[in-house]
């Protein structure tokens, strides 16, 4: 499994660091987005080197957080770039259950409701796979754990985004090799981190790195009081443009940069196993 950070920047980046959305590539070659936000299929091109006008067609499954247009700002064009391709497919879309609902009656149903002729459901363009808030999924051969993370908290209707524990499956249908938490866009909440982390090897962590705090992503100067055996292998993204600070000096494993790659290896039980059970086939 490789995961690739298309962007690395925050909802108001550039075109130096493109939104933060990442491209997991299974064993077998197909490619899941996580997330989807307005500058997609530029970000996509170049990540890719491929056309702008076919970059959907290597797309086989989404993964949506939330529902911030950095996140989901590329799904109309997604939907209908698939469905009026010259070769028509309809992705894979794994989202929180009442997300998924949310994502479709407040923004998409206005563009994508109706075509010439048809009314439209998101299920016409996705294979829609609702996923409970703690929930687990399992997408060509990698589970892919819900983690519910507190974004904008109103004390009236709260707006979570759901952050991923991302870690390949093996032959006994338990996880193998390493564990990587994205959380996507969050709040600093230590204890919510320290607990999940616990048998993390990465933590990709959300990052503002704006000289004041917005409160709803977690700032650089909070995230320097976790503990060193945190930091050690934590990478920050979706940072603003020319962050001043230098994090490997305090402590990080650094900032990601824009189309950086993080390969997950099999424990060397699991590639015995594995060995073993093609030559018996064999
Ligand atoms: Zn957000």
Redesign the pocket.
């Known amino acids: 499994m490789k995961i690739k950070f298309i962007g690395v920047g925050s909802?108001f980046t550039t075109r130096q660091y493109f939104q933060s959305n990442l491209l997991i590539t299974a064993g077998n070659g197909r490619n899941m987005l996580i997330d989807c936000g307005t500058d997609i299929r530029f970000s996509l091109s170049e990540c890719l080197s491929i056309s702008e006008n076919h970059v959907s067609d290597v797309i086989d499954s989404v993964y949506v957080s939330?529902l911030?247009s950095?996140?989901i700002g590329g799904m109309e064009w997604l939907a209908f770039q698939s469905y009026f391709s010259q070769r028509p497919n309809r992705p894979g879309l794994f989202m929180e259950e009442s997300t998924m609902y949310e994502m479709w009656d407040c923004s998409l149903k206005a563009g994508l409701g109706c075509i010439e002729g048809k009314q439209m459901h998101l299920t016409d363009y996705f294979r829609c796979n609702a996923v409970a808030g703690d929930g687990v999924f399992l997408w060509e051969g990698i589970f892919f754990t819900l983690v519910k993370m507190p974004?904008?908290i109103t004390g009236y209707k709260n707006f979570y985004?759901y952050g991923l524990l991302i870690e390949e499956a093996g032959t006994d249908g338990k996880g193998c090799g390493e564990k990587f938490f994205f959380t996507?866009?969050t709040q600093f909440t230590r204890k919510l981190i320290m607990d999940v982390s616990d048998n993390v090897s990465v933590i990709f962590h959300d990052c503002e790195t704006s000289p004041g705090k917005s409160m709803?992503?977690a700032h650089y100067n909070d995230l320097c009081t976790l503990p060193s055996e945190l930091k050690r292998k934590m990478w920050l993204y979706h940072y603003q443009p020319d962050p001043v600070p230098r994090p490997e000096d305090d402590g990080f494993a650094g900032f990601v940069t824009k189309g950086q790659e993080f390969v997950s290896h099999r424990t060397e039980q699991e590639k015995s196993t594995r060995r073993v059970s093609k030559t018996s086939k064999v």
């Open positions: 909802a939330h911030h950095d996140h974004h904008i985004s996507t866009d709803v992503h």
